[in-house]
């Protein structure tokens, strides 16, 4: 078994996998925004077949070399295409590979390591043995496969009443294919709560990569004027809540649930399994997310800093240090 840069004669093949087996944000559709810095990696078997790979995000900042996802990516993989039946040998794969990529990124020339694994990826044994800090993130996931009844059903009180409010005070809510407005609000959004973004890639998401067949957006109107947005990317699987914003001088307290309600629903028309909201350690938004009623899921971050580097990060992200 071994891990080596994606030669450009594997990547049709790479694609194949990562479509069946990854997330879309494995896929070389995503990836190509990021290739000034990321670097995709294949993994193979014993007779050297590609039966999978995983992808870092390659920057330096302030003298340091850091490995981290890419900018609006939640996770870097690893996926993997198994022929094995067997639950016993699925999880030995697993753990050989896992164990490899451990290995892997201990020997690469870094200060800083920093990356999600996939959701389905809950064995972190191999990185907790070669001394890597294990932090677990949350999200919340709706099973499309349910009836929009019983979704709604399964929304708390308040979620349901906030998009009632919207309906009956009049707000529409549009499948949006402007994206600007989605880009407009998302910035306020950002410039309200005084953190940045990175417009650059902001841009590429949705300029370059988003079509009709890979995404999909949603707005509330309030007096014919934006009030929310949701912009989503999907997968054969999933629909991932990727971006959304809100006019505070046009806000609504239902119109941020309404355009993610209909969202929701446009998911399930599309007959994609599952709903992701990719998640938030903050409070004010896990509780909005929760209010959907989804399965609360972990994931998990791996980090790693070289001494006396990882010494100084405790003081300063001691939450994932």
Request: aromatic share 14%; net charge positive.
């Amino acid at each position: 078994m071994k891990i080596e840069k994606l030669m450009e004669t594997n990547k049709e093949n790479y694609e194949k996998i990562a479509i069946s087996e990854g997330a879309i944000f494995n896929q070389l559709s995503w990836l190509k925004m990021f290739y000034d810095k990321v670097q995709i990696y294949g993994i193979y078997d014993r007779d050297n077949h590609l039966i999978g790979g995983f992808h870092l995000y390659k920057q330096r900042r302030f003298g340091l070399t850091i490995y981290r996802n890419p900018p609006f990516t939640p996770t870097m993989g690893p996926f993997l295409q198994i022929k094995a039946k067997n639950p016993a040998e699925v999880m030995n794969k697993w753990k050989e590979i896992l164990c490899l990529m451990a290995s892997f990124f201990e020997n690469l020339t870094y200060s800083v390591i920093s990356i999600s694994l996939n959701k389905d990826i809950i064995d972190t044994q191999p990185f907790i043995w070669r001394k890597f800090k294990v932090i677990p993130g949350y999200t919340y996931i709706i099973d499309l496969d349910k009836s929009i009844d019983d979704i709604s059903i399964e929304m708390s009180v308040k979620r349901r009443n906030n998009v009632y409010k919207a309906l009956k005070d009049g707000l529409i809510v549009k499948n949006n294919n402007n994206l600007e407005i989605v880009k407009s609000l998302v910035l306020k959004t950002f410039l309200r709560q005084k953190k940045k973004i990175d417009q650059h890639y902001l841009n590429k998401v949705l300029f370059e990569f988003a079509n009709k067949d890979n995404s999909f957006s949603f707005i509330s109107f309030q007096n014919k004027k934006p009030s929310a947005a949701t912009f989503c990317v999907y997968d054969k699987n999933t629909a991932y809540y990727l971006l959304s914003g809100y006019d505070s001088e046009n806000s609504h307290p239902g119109a941020g649930a309404l355009a993610v309600w209909e969202t929701i629903k446009f998911a399930k028309k599309l007959g994609i399994k599952y709903f992701d909201f990719e998640g938030s350690m903050l409070p004010q938004v896990e509780i909005f997310f929760r209010g959907f009623g989804g399965k609360l899921v972990p994931y998990y971050r791996v980090n790693k800093a070289k001494l006396p580097l990882e010494i100084l990060l405790k003081f300063y992200k001691r939450e994932i240090f």
